[in-house]
């Protein structure tokens, strides 16, 4: 890296001694890292990196610095990892060679084996239900370890989704024990929810537990199958964490994540339906926080993948599924071809919400495009 003051370059550099005479300066610094993510951390009397500096590619564009929780350069942002507690099992069922285990609820984490050791096969199929792990190989996932091992030593096995675990080993394998260990994004719970209706109650602390499984690195739409982002799924959680975590930084790294960068070339996760509930997310997100930083940002994405709806709707303005989309709407039985009414109302929210947009973010020409997009829109709908 090297440092510039006011366009002047430092030479003979100590990084950890650099002095600021007194007034304004501009202060320039140009990272490179061919083998990781760049990152910068300044700590000074007076002068210390946060959301406020601007960074660029060196392509004259500048944005607000992601700042995040980046305070110790012992824990840099590619370091990045979720965090760990050790979870217990119940054995409900074993003999010389198996044994089934209960974590008492679904989780997402790692199972460990103590103590292993042996030469042979160990296989571990996890469930959802007993059912489902003592199916074995028709369970969903699982692990089929090849162990040659005289001296003991633990294994730690992937992150899996799981309630129950069944163990099949070979005779010539032995261990201590099985435990595991859970994986999450550390939240704060900010939303609670309290009835008289113990039914009710319950129905909310499972809803809760469900969300938090499924607040990761991004929002996921599930822990055992997909464990995919889509667009649809995500903006029900950002939604549904507003109320119970509020976490700003999840929804924001699911919305950059799915979106990409550009050309756009083909609908968000391919389906017609979730590029309009990408953008309207993003206003929702705005809504709640009042985050304008984060908008300006992610607006020139937001405008070409609605140029890039907009380039695919017909002679009517309405948009349909074309070569390559996915028109989802719901799993429900029915008719997706055509023009749909359901598709059009997205479109219209998805126009209003790219006005209110362009004007938070001054681009007022686009908003007045938009404002006119949307009321002809809604127009052509009662009049088709």
Not at 1 to 27: C, E, M, T, W
Not at 75 to 101: A, C, E, R
Not at 245 to 265: C, M, Q, S, W
Request: glycine share 6%; net charge negative; charged share 25%.
């Amino acid at each position: 890296f090297n440092i510039r003051i006011d366009n002047q370059l430092v030479y003979n550099l100590n990084p950890s001694k650099i002095v600021l005479p007194a007034g304004k300066h501009n202060l320039q610094i140009l990272i490179e890292n061919y083998k990781m993510f760049p990152s910068l951390l300044v700590k000074g009397n007076k002068v210390n990196s946060d959301e406020q500096w601007i960074v660029t590619n060196q392509n004259q564009k500048y944005y607000q610095a992601a700042s995040g929780k980046f305070t110790d350069p012992l824990d840099p942002p590619h370091k990045f990892q979720l965090s760990y507690k050790p979870i217990d099992g119940k054995i409900v069922k074993q003999d010389s060679n198996t044994m089934l285990i209960d974590f008492g609820k679904e989780t997402f984490g790692k199972i460990i084996i103590r103590k292993l050791r042996g030469i042979g096969s160990l296989n571990l199929y996890y469930g959802e239900t007993k059912e489902e792990a003592l199916a074995e190989r028709l369970a969903e996932t699982y692990d089929e370890l090849k162990i040659n091992s005289p001296q003991s030593q633990n294994d730690t096995t992937a992150t899996r989704a799981f309630r129950y675990v069944y163990l099949v080993k070979e005779k010539g394998i032995n261990f201590e024990k099985i435990d595991g260990l859970y994986e999450y994004l550390p939240l704060e719970k900010k939303g609670s929810f309290s009835s008289s209706d113990s039914l009710l109650n319950r129905i909310y602390d499972v809803s809760l537990y469900t969300l938090e499984l499924n607040t990761r690195e991004f929002h996921i739409d599930g822990i055992k199958r997909d464990h995919w982002i889509w667009s649809g799924d995500a903006y029900q959680s950002y939604l549904m964490n507003f109320y119970s975590f509020f976490d700003e930084d999840v929804n924001k790294r699911t919305i950059y994540a799915l979106r990409g960068h550009d050309p756009v070339e083909t609908h968000v996760n391919t389906i017609l339906d979730y590029s309009f509930y990408w953008i309207i997310g993003i206003a929702d997100h705005f809504q709640y926080t009042g985050d304008s930083t984060f908008l300006k940002q992610v607006y020139p994405r937001m405008k070409s993948m609605m140029e890039f709806c907009l380039s695919r709707t017909n002679k009517n303005g309405f948009v349909e599924g074309l070569p390559g989309d996915w028109v989802f709407v719901d799993w429900a039985e029915m008719d997706k071809s055509g023009e749909l009414s359901f598709e059009q109302l997205l479109l219209a929210k998805s126009l209003e919400t790219m006005a209110i947009t362009a004007r938070v973010v001054n681009d007022l020409p686009s908003a007045e495009k938009y404002e006119k997009l949307a009321a002809r829109l809604k127009q052509q709908v009662f009049d088709v």
